[in-house]
């Protein structure tokens, strides 16, 4: 009976992140169709790169803290939530400056445009420690419905706001402003639901756990972004902005709603594996039933290509639809190594997860690299060929067999 109660909790939860997220790709294809019809090639080439590096740098704030406070023993959850608040601001503080600074680089060398954008989204760093302790508490207590409708109204207020701007202002900054703006929303919403203060007379948790945890899950968090970022910086390198621009909307029409599958999936099972009996019991459940959510979903898209992209989009970017196809199918094998690499990560062996995401980034910019010079199609071929290839070795070796490989496994 506690078993069902759980894999009915973990399906409620999974439901209401992977709406948040349709939600969130919903209102970001309105932005699609709007910069489609209003901006440049060009135009959307020079925001893609300035999103392409922010979320690069974003992914330094997924440093296992918030991890940190969901796995916390009872009598240790106060001290490791001082702890926690300290480690964000500092973390965050040094963020923002980071990215300030590389700003006023790419100004002094020439790329004005490129600069303020990136200037711009460093504000985002101010508003994210104040929330980030508040957050972790609500999914460790379950509140994932609610932690998932205020990321999801974020997103949908951003992209809401950036159609309305790219509408009115045909520019470049009209993409970036927006996640800005929505900044202070998330902050607001994540503190009403769980309040919380930091209280020194608790006291503070060792960092040393934080620093061994962290660094693992930041590796996996940073090569994890390269791998969904850098092919468009590659690709911005090689082939310049225009070129950019347009892989840039085949990517976010292709990949961009089953990846967001693929992350509420990551942000469900993390929780759910933490407190189950059985991890490997919960871990197949979770992952089988993802993949009967998904596969349907993923086919359908991949198969309607050719239709709704030039309908959407308009007549002229009917040439990109076979690139949105092949795109799409790359989603089912990253479900399956995100199962896998959660079950990794709550079981305390994040480091295996950061070497196979370190070779999947390579080998996926090392793809990009090589296929750019062919165009798009060869380089969304490879993406999907060296992507699965990868995914579903790793997930196939390092996969609990049984109890006793799983305990095995644990000790290597």
Known sequence: MTQRLAHTSFLRHLLAYAASEVAAKASRLVVVVVVARSLSPEAIGLAAAALAAGEILKALTENGVGQMIIQAPPAELEKRCNSAHRIFWVWCGALFLLQLAIAAFLYAIGHETLALLLAFLAGEYLFMPAGLVQAALAMREGKLQQTAAIAGGQVVGANVTAALLALLW?????????RLLAAPIWLVLMRRLRP???DAKQGFAALRPFVGFGCAVLGVEVVKVL?????????????????????????????????????????????????APDKTKALRHGLGTSLLVLSPLVLLQAALAPVYVPLLLGAEWHQISPVVSV???????????????????????????????????????????????FGLMPVAIGYLLTSTALMLTASWLLLPRDHQTTEGLRYQ
């Open 327 to 373: 795109l799409c199918l790359a989603a089912l094998p990253s479900v399956i190594w995100s199962a896998v690499a959660g079950w990794l990560r709550s079981e305390n062996r994040a480091f295996i997860e950061l070497r196979v995401s370190a070779a999947l980034a390579f080998a996926l910019i090392l793809n990009t690299a090589i296929m750019a010079p």
């Open 196 to 198: 919380w203060a930091p």
């Open 170 to 178: 045909a520019s470049p900054l009209a993409l970036v402003l927006p």
């Open 227 to 275: 791998r969904l970022q850098a092919d468009k910086l590659v690709v911005g390198v090689m082939l310049g902005a225009e070129s950019l621009g347009i892989y840039f909307m085949a990517f976010n029409a292709g990949l961009g709603l089953a990846t967001s599958f693929t992350q509420a999936f990551s942000v469900v099972l993390f929780p759910h594996l933490c407190v």
